[in-house]
Structures are given as structure tokens and as C-alpha cells.
């Protein structure tokens, strides 16, 4: 069975500050790992993922996620906050034990302050 | 462009009719993918399609049906079964089963009972 948490159901940071999104996952068998955003009343896009490979993975707008596999994470990050990353973000996982059908997690609710 | 279209964008039902969404994709992807998102809950899988004339229940099944006749189209139907359908509900491919990319996903349809 494959699962994920997302820590923090919503994550509050200045317009230029740091962004870190956390996201820990379960998978009896090498993981692929995808960050989604989402925007209100829209569908998910893709902002990077992990299949295999370099552990350090750039996506679009800037953002970075790191696959370390000794502490079972793929946080989100992104060095200064811009307002237009206000959205919703979602970590899932996918493995071949689940026939590589993505399991999501809750999901993050990003906010920006000017 | 190639994308997903899922239509209509918002959808009023009474209670004790069934509705049904309609998700179209040009993206010649094999699998096709339905869930439901709600507040704080993430995505849950409905129903997966990975080969035309074929389907799978997801996790939360009960109270929907859906059919795979065409490979460019997966139409959900709510019936007057599903207790709670109010949501917003989401379409999503990908190139083909067993395969560990990502999927892209409509615009969503948002699901009102009155």
C-alpha cells in the first residue's frame, strides 16, 4: 500500500520569503513522486516530479523538490514567495505495487501576504 | 492544443435525478481517470479507465458508474444512489496503464444538489 502526508493544512509566508511544503510518503517499492498546484475552481498541474534519478528535481515557476529516501520525503520548496504562488498544492505518490495508480495527499493551501 | 474538456462547468441536480459529466481528452492517452475533491479530503479515485471497454472502481465508488466506449471519452454518471454528491469533480489521463508518469487533468465540474 502507498499512502502520503502533507503536514500542514495551510502555510502562510510573506510575498519574498522562503516556501517549504511538506511531504512524506509510504511505498513498499520505489516511489514516483509529483507535486500538483492548483488554482481555484481549476484542475491540477504539474509542477515536477520524481521518477528516477538526480534526487534534486527543478519544476516550473521556480520551484525544487528534494526525493530523500532515508527520511521518506519530497518537500516542496521555493526561495522567495511571489504572489501568484497563492494556490493549493498536492504531493502523490505512485508505485508499481498500486499499478502505478497515483494516491494523493490532502493537500496544502499556500498563502501569500504583501 | 491537446487537453482534457470537461463539461459543464457547473451542474445543478435535484435530488433523486442522476446527472452525468462528461470528460472528453485528444491527448490519444490509454488511461482515464475520475475523482472526487472536497475540502480538506484531496482527490479520492471514483473510477479508472486503462483500455477502452474497460473500467476499475477506485476507492469511492459506490453511487457512481461510468463507461468507456471510445478511447477519447469518459463519462461519469452521479446517480440518485450517491448520498452526499455534492463537489467538485475532476477527469484526469495518462499516456497508458502501468506507466509511472504524470497525468493531466480537466478543468473540473462542480457538482451542486439543490
Known amino acids: 500500500a502507498q499512502s502520503v502526508t502533507q503536514l500542514g493544512s495551510h502555510v502562510s509566508v510573506s510575498e519574498g520569503a522562503l516556501v517549504l511544503l511538506r511531504c512524506n510518503y509510504s511505498?513498499?517499492?520505489?516511489?514516483?513522486l509529483f507535486w500538483y498546484v492548483q488554482y481555484p475552481n481549476q484542475g491540477l498541474q504539474l509542477l515536477l516530479k520524481?521518477?528516477?534519478?538526480?534526487?534534486l528535481v527543478k519544476g516550473i515557476n521556480g520551484f525544487e523538490a528534494e526525493f530523500k529516501k532515508s527520511e521518506t520525503s519530497f518537500h516542496l520548496t521555493k526561495p522567495s514567495a511571489h504572489m501568484s504562488d497563492a494556490a493549493e498544492y498536492f504531493c502523490a505518490v505512485s508505485a508499481s505495487g498500486g499499478s502505478y495508480i497515483p494516491t494523493f495527499g490532502r493537500g496544502t493551501s499556500l498563502i501569500v501576504h504583501p | 492544443d491537446g487537453g482534457i474538456t470537461q463539461s459543464p462547468k457547473y451542474l445543478f441536480r435535484k435530488e433523486g435525478q442522476n446527472v452525468t459529466l462528461s470528460c472528453e481528452q485528444n491527448?490519444?492517452?490509454?488511461?482515464m481517470y475520475w475523482y472526487r475533491q472536497d475540502p480538506g479530503q484531496g482527490l479520492r479515485l471514483i473510477y479508472y479507465s486503462q483500455i477502452v471497454n474497460d473500467f476499475q472502481k477506485g476507492d469511492i465508488a459506490e453511487g457512481y458508474s461510468v463507461s468507456r466506449e471510445k478511447k477519447e471519452s469518459f463519462p461519469l454518471t452521479v446517480t440518485s444512489a450517491q448520498k452526499n454528491p455534492t463537489a467538485f469533480y475532476l477527469c484526469?489521463?495518462?499516456?497508458?496503464?502501468?506507466?509511472?508518469?504524470?497525468?493531466?487533468f480537466g478543468p473540473g465540474t462542480r457538482l451542486t444538489v439543490l
Open positions: 491527448l490519444n492517452h490509454d488511461a
Open positions: 511505498s513498499s517499492v520505489p516511489p514516483y
Open positions: 520524481y521518477t528516477t534519478g538526480a534526487t
Open positions: 484526469a489521463s495518462s499516456i497508458g496503464p502501468g506507466t509511472p508518469l504524470q497525468q493531466f
